[in-house]
């Protein structure tokens, strides 16, 4: 491998000076071609697509993946063909790496969408004009790019925290071009075989669509369990399974998604899954307390104890850590010392565009979010502050160890204003979505950076990359959502359009602006309850320091996703850690491809499936209805 790094001990003894320094002349690879034209069509094509592969994802599960190596490995495949083609060089390590900033950057654009926006027209009953929207997220993505880059200089040219997943990233890019190109090519083929099979799947499951091709003969059942259904009905306490969602998907995605995540995390959401599904829902539905059955039913009352659980598990688990937060104010921006010379002056973002760039996309997301979503002045106001705040703390976490706590960052932004804005639903989750959008976005960004950093890229070519791919994202991620919802609310939060996180986010916001009196008695004890599990897994796992088996946030993830979603997520993550105990051989295919590749495989069954569910989708709400 050819990166380059400090050693640990010359992080801690050298100065930000001789870091820079020391980069400058051992990394800095100024003369290679980076952003150019290209790397920019090419970033902004492939993170155009793969935005649409959060956009389902974060639609079933309420969580966004990173795009990043995903799109790594797509260009490396696509210029390697064109260059055995003679129609074209292949990338440089650095042109990949410039195209990766855009389509990582389009790929976190979807966030809003299936979180605060989706929410607040759900309360509403109103649908955002696309307009509005498009607006919204653009201004977003621009505040979190200038929030994030005069971070940069102290997490990760002085600090040098591991940005985990964007060390990866810069570590499959290395492995890429400095080898023989076989392995690039074996990652490529997995990654095109996932998505051609999950796609698939995904098509020849869908009756419709296959009937309009004529291709009825080969029709998939929606589900598995329904040749169960042609002979008898299963059912809980008279409800039958597929009625309380208990069902086993032909889709494929989640098993990918599944494969992303690790078994504890797993587990945790196949045990919620069953609590809810298989014992609350249906006794709850017997007695009356759950209307009617399905899925949009059942959350609406059995999201409040999963909300609880994910909120004080998540809380406690932020505040319990006191360290983390102050350590991320220590420092600031990683000041030079008096006399030193800043030696990057020349490459890194100039200061003025943070000096000027901040005060005026903050008054311009002060102005949208009055005008739009009728935020009072004062109240938009005082949102920015908290956005640096938020972000200096979302960065250190996410360098250290790539999880951003945007869920407990949010509901403390959604409690602040629940005391500025007492009563006004809609404040309180538009705030909270300035303030855990742009921290989240740009904690997310600087782990995009991190890559460059360590292959020698110009910072000032991915902060352009991070603007091109905000509108790439944004371009496409907005129609297709509102194509996919063609004017219909009623899908919201409902079986084809789940919404997790959006349903969350209008949880909390309902419970700190109205109280707990609209609730049903069972469903505030259910709060209590919930509440106090989750503080107790949280303190269980920090007493055994991680290693208790369950994961408060997953079991509350369970109550607001479908079973067979949770179920499919369980068996993806147990069929790839069976993979790692069978394949011992690294030699072997079954090693490479489910072992070593793990993540490029899931990753390819995500992209496929989920575009091309996109797609049916569409083709069911507007063509096919």
Known sequence: MSIQELTPEQVL?????????????????????QLNLRSGITGMFLGGIL??????????????????????????????????????????????????????????????????????????????????????????????????????KRFINDEQLPFPEGYAAGVVMDNLHTGSGEEGVFKAKLLAGGAVVSAAVETMGNEKVMGAMRLGFLTLPEHWDDVVYRWFTPALLGTPLKDLTIQFDTSIVMIGTGGLMGMKTAVSLMLGAVINYMILAPYFIKQGVIHGTGFKNITMWALWGGVAIMTTSSIYSFLSKPKLILQA????????????????????????????????????????????????????????PLVFVFTLIAVNSTGITSITPIGALGKLTQLTFSGLAPGNVTTNIMTAGITGEVSSSAANLLMDIKPGYMLGGKPRHQAVGHVLGIFAGALVSVPVFYTMLNGNLSLLMSDKLPMPSAQVWMAVAKILTQGFSFLHPTARWAILIGAIIGLAIEIANQKTQGRFPISGVGLGLAF?????????????????????????????F????????QETLAAGVIAGGSIIGLVLIILQTVVLK
């Open 51 to 152: 935005c649409l592969t959060n956009l389902y994802v974060g639609i079933r599960t309420g969580w966004s993946l990173g795009v990043g190596i995903t799109s790594v490995i797509m260009s490396f495949a696509m210029f390697k063909a064109l260059s055995k083609l003679q129609l074209g060089a292949e990338m440089s390590v650095l042109e990949n790496n410039a195209m990766q900033s855009i389509a990582t950057s389009a790929g976190y654009m979807t966030s809003p969408l299936v979180s605060s926006i989706a929410a607040y027209m759900a309360v509403t009953g109103k649908i955002i004009p696309w307009q509005h929207t498009m607006i919204w997220l653009i201004v977003l993505g621009i505040l979190g790019v200038l929030f994030a880059f005069p971070l940069k």
């Open 329 to 384: 104010f220590s420092g600031m921006f990683g000041a030079k010392k008096k006399g030193e010379e800043d030696v990057l002056k020349d490459i890194e973002l100039p200061m003025w565009v943070f000096v000027v760039g901040i005060p005026l996309i903050g008054v311009l997301t002060v102005w949208a979010g009055h005008v739009f979503f009728d935020i009072k002045w004062w109240l938009g106001l005082v949102a920015i």
């Open 13 to 33: 003894t050298m100065t930000a000076a001789e870091k820079d320094r020391w980069w400058l002349d051992n990394v800095y690879k100024g003369d290679m071609p």
């Open 590 to 597: 079954g090693f490479r491809a489910f072992v070593e590749n």
């Open 560 to 588: 607001v996703l479908t079973f067979s979603d949770s179920f499919a997520m369980f068996l993806g993550a147990l069929f790839f850690w069976l993979a790692g105990k069978a394949f011992q051989d690294k030699k072997s």
